[in-house]
């Protein structure tokens, strides 16, 4: 699909400057067979979008265009917002190749960042514009980095916001399992108290997170389930500090317990809630906190234990599905992100597909990633829909996503900030 455009776009390629012999046209005018709006979930025939710039500047039929502007013809295709990934950890490579420890504890931060790179090309080219970092597991800053060399062009990738380090309570992450008073590096910082948990809040904002990211509950010990690890009145004092400085709140909680301290806190989003209660849903959906579910990391997971995808499911990716479908019939708002990083980056549709395949609609699960992932993540404003004066991230998908969402796998064609992004392999 690429080849078809570099020819005619040239210096319209991301990473690719115009120069006084080859000026940028006026406008580039896209001609898909059809444009979802993310705003009504619908698929619009022969609607076409005229890019000027970075900015949307029309969108509707029979587009008139000025003389210079150059249009691409994405036949068969339909167009839509660039899909903003919810959850992922760039930080991390797929569990099957090495085990969270071994990443965290034996894995130089520069290899790390250096594949951290490579993730995010493949996840800007499978047509993910935007993404949610929540946590560099023991990489430490090294996503502020990555952010910065996204934002100046030097390497390609998603808009990122970054959550830096995350926050657990002191004790309760990991690594583990080594003589016990012998200091081990961790995934996470470590807090022990409201004034403690500030002060990490504070630091890691002054750092360059976008996001602060706790974890509401975690095992304390390998193999034990999973309990609440951070006060209320730590988690309230978390909340207020990011808040006070104009950052969100995302809390990892998969208990009913960490879910309600959370809640009660008054946080923004809440990641998986694999042990959310019909009552927990009801007061995320009466204070418009959205749920990440996560569906794909516990599949995932599962089949690197040796599930076949067979029927029935293992009793984790059972349970997942089953608090999905209750925050759906509670009217939680759903955030669309898999924990990218237990599996590859680059499939980050597999979420998309999970969720339709546990009951949401398409056309509501491409919402989601799109204008929903935007709201919640405070960019509604510029991202997350197709409409004039927001930024021209947009792609392009064989088929008709919103009728059968294995569409989004089959990514065509791909703009960030009115480039076209070239999909070609690097050379």
């Not at 919103?402 to 690097?426: S, T, Y």
């Amino acid at each position: 699909m690429a080849k078809r455009w570099l020819a005619v776009l040239g210096a319209l390629t991301l990473g690719g400057p115009a120069t006084a012999q080859q000026p940028q046209p006026a406008a580039m005018l896209l001609k898909p067979a059809g444009v979802f709006d993310a705003v009504d979930g619908e698929v619009h025939p022969g609607w076409q979008v005229l890019v000027r710039g970075e900015r949307i500047v029309a969108v509707g039929p029979n587009l008139a265009a000025p003389a210079d502007t150059i249009v691409i013809p994405l036949e068969g295709d339909t167009l839509m917002p660039g899909m903003i990934e919810g959850h992922a950890h760039l930080f991390l490579h797929p569990y099957n190749e090495a085990s969270w420890d071994d990443q965290v504890l034996h894995e130089p931060v520069a290899l790390r960042t250096a594949r951290a790179v490579a993730q995010a090309r493949a996840t800007l080219h499978a047509g993910f514009t935007s993404l949610r970092d929540l946590g560099t597991e023991g990489a430490g800053y090294a996503d502020v980095g990555l952010k910065a060399a996204i934002d100046q062009g030097i390497v390609e990738g998603p808009r990122l916001q970054v959550a830096t380090r995350a926050i657990v309570a002191l004790g309760a992450y990991g690594p583990k399992g080594f003589e016990p008073g012998i200091a081990v590096p961790q995934g996470a910082e470590e807090v022990s108290g409201a004034e403690q948990m500030v002060a990490a809040v504070r630091r890691q904002i002054a750092a360059g997170a976008d996001w602060i990211k706790l974890y509401a509950d975690y095992r304390w010990r390998p193999g034990e389930e999973s309990r609440a690890t951070l006060s209320l009145e730590e988690i309230k004092a978390a909340v207020a500090a990011a808040h006070d400085a104009g950052r969100p709140v995302a809390v990892h909680a998969a208990t009913a317990e960490g879910m309600r301290r959370a809640i009660e806190a008054g946080v923004d989003t809440i990641e998986h809630g694999y042990g959310g209660t019909p009552a927990i849903f009801a007061a995320m959906a009466a204070r418009k906190i959205a749920l990440c579910p996560t569906l794909a990391a516990s599949d995932a997971t599962s089949r690197y234990r040796g599930w076949n995808g067979q029927e029935p499911a293992p009793a984790a990716v059972l349970a997942n599905r089953e608090s999905f479908r209750r925050a759906l019939r509670a009217g939680v708002p759903i955030c669309m992100g898999g924990d990218v990083g237990v599996y590859a980056h680059g499939e980050n549709a597999r979420e998309m597909v999970l969720l339709a395949a546990a009951g949401m609609r398409s056309a509501d699960v491409l919402m989601a990633a799109t204008s929903g992932n935007a709201r919640w993540s405070g960019q509604a404003a510029r991202l997350g829909a197709i409409k004039p004066g927001l930024i021209a991230d947009l792609v392009a998908v064989a088929g008709d996503p919103a009728r059968d969402i294995q569409a989004v796998r089959a990514v065509r064609f791909v703009m960030q900030g009115g480039k076209v992004v070239p999909l070609e392999p690097p050379r």
